[in-house]
C-alpha cells in the first residue's frame, strides 16, 4: 500500500487499546477488541484492522454500541447455546462465543453457538484461529448490512457475510480462510476512498448499479464471483444470512440499520453470528487427523506453480507470511487512521 505509514505492533496496539478506553469501552470489550483489530493488521487484512477504531469509537460515544455489555450465555441442548451480546462490541462477543463453543465440543465433539444483539465483529478469522488454537476446526459467520447487490440485480440485498474457518495443523501455523461473500469487503471501499486509490474492475457498482472502479462513487459491492460467476457468492451470502441471523433472531440483512453512511448512529443494528467448534479426536481421531492434515499440505504446497518465485500456498499461508514481515517492519497505516491514532 502506497501513502501509508509504518507503526510498529505494540505501539499501534497500545494507540487502538487507549482510544477505546477513552471513548468509554469496558477493559474486556476494549481488549477483544484490540486483539481482533490487530489480528487483522498484523495478518494483511488492513480493511479490517486498526482502522476501525475510530467507527467504533464514534459509535461507543453516539450510542449505538454498549461501552460495558453483560454478556449472557443459555445452553439450548448438549451441543449447543446461544449468546446475547447486549448490544456491545462484536469482537468480545465473538471471542466469548467460540470460547463456549469450544468448551461444549470438549464434551461433545462439537459446539455452536449462535449469536444475537450482536454488532460487527472485524475479521471473522480470528476467532476461527481461537478454535485451531485449541486442536478443534472453527467456523464463523457473521451477517451485515445490506451492501451487496443480488446476481443479476439493481439494489444491495445481503451484506458482506464473511465466512471463516481454521484447521490445527501440528507444529505448524493453522490452516486459514478468513472471505468475504462479497467481490471484496465495503471496508476495502473506504479504504481506497482514504488513500483515493482506483478499485480493481468488477468489484463495485454506482448507485444505478452500474460498475465502476471509483471508491467515491462505489455504492455497493458485487458478488463473489463478479458479473460471471456472482451467482455463488449470492447463494454463499445467503448461507451466511440463515446461520447468523434466521437461525439465531437476529436481524436479517436488508432490515438491518447500515454500518456508516446513516445518521441513525445510535439505534443497536442487532447483528448475527454463528461459531462452531469441532473436535477432530472424535471423528478420525486426533493422531490420524494430524497425519492427514500434515500430507494434505504438504501435496498441496507441493504442487508446481505456474510461476517458479510464486510457491502454491495454503489458505493462511500469505496471512502468516505477512505477520511475520509486519513484525519486523512495522504495520503500513492509512493517513486517517494515523491522524485518528497519533493526532
Known amino acids: 500500500m502506497n501513502d501509508t505509514i509504518l507503526v510498529n505492533v505494540q505501539t499501534l496496539a497500545s494507540r487502538v487499546t487507549a482510544v477505546l478506553l477513552d471513548a468509554g469501552a469496558s ?199 463478479g458479473p460471471e460467476y456472482g451467482f455463488k457468492g449470492a447463494a454463499l451470502a445467503g448461507l451466511v444470512t440463515i446461520l447468523s441471523a434466521v437461525l439465531t433472531g437476529a436481524t436479517t440483512d436488508p432490515n438491518m440499520i447500515p454500518m456508516t453512511e446513516t445518521h441513525d448512529c445510535g439505534t443497536a443494528r442487532n447483528v448475527g453470528q454463528f461459531c462452531l467448534a469441532l473436535d477432530p479426536a472424535r471423528f478420525i481421531g486426533r493422531a490420524a487427523f494430524e497425519r492427514a492434515m500434515a500430507d494434505y499440505l504438504w501435496q498441496l504446497r507441493a504442487v508446481p506453480p505456474t510461476q517458479a518465485d510464486s510457491p502454491v500456498m495454503a489458505p493462511g499461508d500469505r496471512e502468516w507470511k505477512t505477520a511475520e514481515r509486519r513484525a519486523i517492519e512495522g504495520i503500513p497505516i492509512d493517513p486517517d487512521t494515523y491522524r485518528f491514532l497519533f493526532g
Open 27 to 225: 477493559p474486556d470489550s476494549t481488549a477483544a477488541t484490540t486483539d481482533a483489530l490487530m489480528h487483522a493488521s498484523q495478518t494483511g487484512i488492513d480493511s479490517h484492522g486498526a482502522r476501525l477504531a475510530a467507527h467504533y469509537a464514534a459509535m461507543l460515544r453516539e450510542g449505538r454500541l454498549n461501552p460495558a455489555p453483560h454478556l449472557t450465555v443459555r445452553r439450548t441442548a448438549p451441543a449447543t447455546a446461544m449468546l446475547d451480546a447486549d448490544d456491545g462490541l462484536g469482537h468480545y462477543a465473538c471471542y466469548r462465543a467460540m470460547d463456549t463453543a469450544i468448551e461444549i465440543a470438549a464434551e461433545t465433539g462439537l459446539g455452536a453457538v449462535g449469536i444475537v444483539r450482536s454488532s460487527h465483529c472485524g475479521a471473522a478469522g480470528a476467532y476461527a484461529l481461537k478454535a485451531a488454537q485449541a486442536g478443534m476446526i472453527g467456523i464463523v459467520t457473521s451477517n451485515s448490512d445490506a451492501n451487496v447487490t443480488l446476481f443479476g440485480g439493481t439494489l444491495p440485498f445481503h451484506g458482506t457475510n464473511p465466512i471463516a474457518v481454521a484447521a490445527p495443523v501440528s507444529g505448524q501455523a493453522p490452516w486459514l480462510l478468513d472471505i468475504a461473500t462479497s467481490s471484496i469487503p465495503f471496508n476495502r471501499v473506504r479504504l481506497y476512498r482514504s488513500l483515493n486509490h482506483a478499485l480493481p474492475a468488477g468489484v463495485a457498482a454506482d448507485m444505478d448499479g452500474h460498475e465502476t472502479t471509483n471508491p467515491h462513487e462505489a455504492q455497493m459491492l458485487m458478488p463473489l464471483g
